[in-house]
């Protein structure tokens, strides 16, 4: 709880976050790591962050903790207050079980000190089956409530979504909207029906939704917003989370999720075709920016749940329109930057045409993705290596239709309360809480962003830049003798034919 002797918490958000006891979901996630790694340093006075996680792949909670700890992205962590480590307590559990798989133990010690609960665990795969993500994302955001509710001195429930929640709009405002279905149903149907058959039911339960995540979402809001009534709640629905632009790393990223995925399949010149528009942006946040939201949102959460006022809001997480790249533009500047710091193992000429028309696409994929992956496949295994490349196109082309919705179509959206939370930060934690875009360098940035995927995703070592610069060459010399040769053979076969 809050020290009223210590400084006033309205003036200080570090103030605010001592002594209390944060209950986090999907800890290992993206946005949790960097969640840790931002609480424990900026706000070292906090008193325990208790972390929901399971056992996975053969490792202990214990080893997988340890694991994730020694990642670069703790190193200033590490090297200015080592010792709130210890402040990270490991709770046993899983979101996809019901009651979020916690031991009557674990509970009635969650319920006796949490303050603060940051529910951000979800599977975000576009294509997970329905049932796995309403018992996931929506049952978990239930379960998370009825904890909640029995948690005498919890003073903020921070809920985080996503920005296209609600894609049926056109401008998504900072409101909650009428959810697609109703969750108590819907999380009956998942807990009773065999997954083939809820399958079956998949496309008529989405009623348009473009995947079973955002559906999940979209449901999980409706339960917030409900339980808002006898609980202070809020919504932090972040755009498409990217690298991160400042803390504690410029560049961080740990994942190949959303553009930065296609972007690198194509620097990796596997990308030469995407099924998309040229003439839609897409908004991105940086994830710190994204932590920054969540810290404040809670912050002004926990200070209005002191007053007998309605404490529910939603911030709408996102970058300004000004900042927002045409996806055209997005590509060019990344082809530009990679040209200068190439990946390490390119397959192909660094290139992308964008198709709207899917007739085109689908034959340009199996001419300039299928065609040259056989052959790549066909040199690497004569030379004693693993055919990979064709395995790669099957996930690029998957990956674009799941992405088919977003690449063309674009929304507007109001971020009034999220500029407002920034108005309110104290001047003394301005430069902790940054969120000023207006001076931002947008090259610098996506070319942190290039190194951050090089360093943090392909453990490539930078001062092998010439020898990656040098491999380039060769496959452009490679792939313009491949399309001589071909064209050749094309115009002899024509000779060939008006000649006989």
Same mark, same amino acid.
């Given at each position: ?314 911030? *709408?997480? =996102?970058?300004?329109? !000004? +900042?927002? %790249? ?11 930057? /990679? ?108 070319? *942190?962003? =290039?190194?951050?995927? !090089? +360093?943090? %995703? ?11 610069? /040098? ?30």
């Amino acid at each position: 709880m809050i020290d009223k002797n210590s400084i006033d918490p309205a003036m200080s958000v570090p103030a605010f976050y001592a002594g209390q006891s944060i209950f986090l979901t999907g800890a290992t996630g993206f946005l949790g790591k960097v969640y840790i790694e931002k609480i424990l340093r900026f706000c070292p006075d906090v008193r325990e962050i208790f972390i929901l996680m399971r056992p996975k792949k053969g490792l202990s909670l214990n080893e997988r903790l340890e694991k994730m700890l020694n990642l670069p992205i703790y190193d200033k962590l590490r090297e200015e207050k080592p010792s709130n480590f210890k402040k990270l307590i490991l709770v046993s559990g899983d979101t996809s079980q019901e009651n979020l798989g916690l031991s009557n133990i674990d509970r009635q010690m969650l319920i006796e000190r949490v303050t603060i609960i940051i529910h951000n665990a979800a599977s975000v795969k576009f294509n997970d089956s329905l049932k796995h993500v309403i018992l996931t994302n929506t049952r978990s955001t239930r379960d998370i409530c009825i904890l909640a509710k029995s948690m005498k001195n919890l003073i903020a429930l921070v809920y985080v979504s996503t920005a296209y929640s609600h894609l049926e709009n056109p401008i998504i405002e900072e409101k909650t909207y009428p959810p697609i279905a109703d969750w108590r149903k819907m999380i009956k149907v998942a807990e009773s029906l065999d997954e083939h058959i809820l399958n079956i039911f998949t496309t008529k339960c989405l009623n348009n939704i473009p995947n079973t995540y955002i559906f999940s979402k979209n449901l999980a809001e409706s339960i917030i917003q409900e339980y808002s009534s006898f609980l202070p709640c809020t919504i932090v629905r972040p755009s498409i989370v990217i690298h991160s632009l400042r803390d504690p790393i410029p560049g961080w990223i740990d994942n190949f999720n959303g553009p930065i995925g296609l972007l690198i399949a194509g620097a990796k010149g596997l990308l030469q075709v995407l099924y998309a528009s040229n003439n839609i942006s897409q908004n991105n946040i940086p994830v710190d920016t994204v932590i920054n939201i969540i810290i404040l949102a809670t912050w002004k959460l926990g200070l209005t749940t002191l007053t007998p006022e309605s404490t529910f809001f939603v911030v *709408n997480c =996102i970058s300004p329109d !000004k +900042k927002n %790249l045409l996806l055209r533009e997005f590509c060019n500047m990344g082809f530009k930057i /990679t040209r200068e710091i190439p990946f390490e193992g390119v397959f192909w000429t660094r290139s992308t045409l964008f198709v709207e028309n899917s007739i085109i696409y689908y034959i340009l994929i199996l001419l300039w993705h299928i065609l040259p992956a056989i052959i790549i496949d066909s040199v690497l295994k004569l030379s004693g290596h693993k055919a990979m490349v064709l395995g790669l196109q099957r996930k690029i082309f998957v990956a674009n239709r799941a992405l088919k919705h977003f690449l063309f179509n674009e929304w507007k959206f109001d971020n009034a309360n999220s500029r407002g939370l920034i108005s309110l930060v104290p001047s003394g934690n301005r430069e902790m809480f940054p969120d000023d875009f207006s001076d931002i360098d947008i090259k610098n940035s996506f070319r *942190n962003n =290039i190194i951050g995927s !090089k +360093k943090y %995703l392909f453990h490539e070592d930078l001062n092998r830049l010439d020898a990656a610069k /040098t491999h380039c060459k060769r496959v452009d010399r490679f792939v313009a003798t491949f399309k001589t040769i071909i064209a050749i053979g094309i115009l002899w076969m024509i000779y060939k034919w008006i000649c006989s």
